[in-house]
Nanobody, 124 residues
Framework: QLQASGGGLVQTGGSLTLSCAASGRTFSDAPMAWFRQAPGEERESVAALSRSRGIRYADSVKGRFTISRDYGRNSVYLQMNNLEPEDTAVYYC????????????????????WGQGTQVTVSS
């Protein structure tokens, strides 16, 4: 089970940190990622991190967002800086399997475990 938290309302240029805690299963050897979905839009990848496969970011968030993990706490975080109205969405954390290939890190269909989502709203 994945539990996401940390969303909220912030002004343009502000910052938020999302957290996602996993329970019942360890993801220490598997990728974890963040995706987001805006109203009327498809779910899109934001960032992914795997100890063995590296880190990926969507072009739209590079330089502004940072994904990190605490393997001891079985958690993943997303530090979001310089937020823009276009970042408004429901953010979901996801956990993958050990067998995931590197090219699938940013593919939603490759992840088997999902959190419930947390709303991020950026006002202009």
């Amino acid at each position: 089970q994945l539990q996401a938290s940390g969303g909220g309302l912030v002004q343009t240029g502000g910052s938020l940190t999302l957290s996602c805690a996993a329970s019942g299963r360890t993801f220490s050897d598997a990728p974890m990622a963040w995706f987001r979905q805006a109203p009327g839009e498809e779910r899109e990848s934001v960032a992914a991190l795997s100890r063995s496969r590296g880190i990926r970011y969507a072009d739209s968030v590079k330089g502004r967002f940072t994904i990190s993990r605490d393997y001891g706490r079985n958690s993943v975080y997303l530090q979001m800086n310089n937020l823009e109205p276009e970042d408004t969405a429901v953010y979901y954390c996801a956990g993958g399997s050990r067998s995931m290939i590197s090219s699938s890190l940013m593919t939603a269909a490759a992840y088997n475990y999902w959190g419930q989502g947390t709303q991020v709203t950026v006002s202009s």
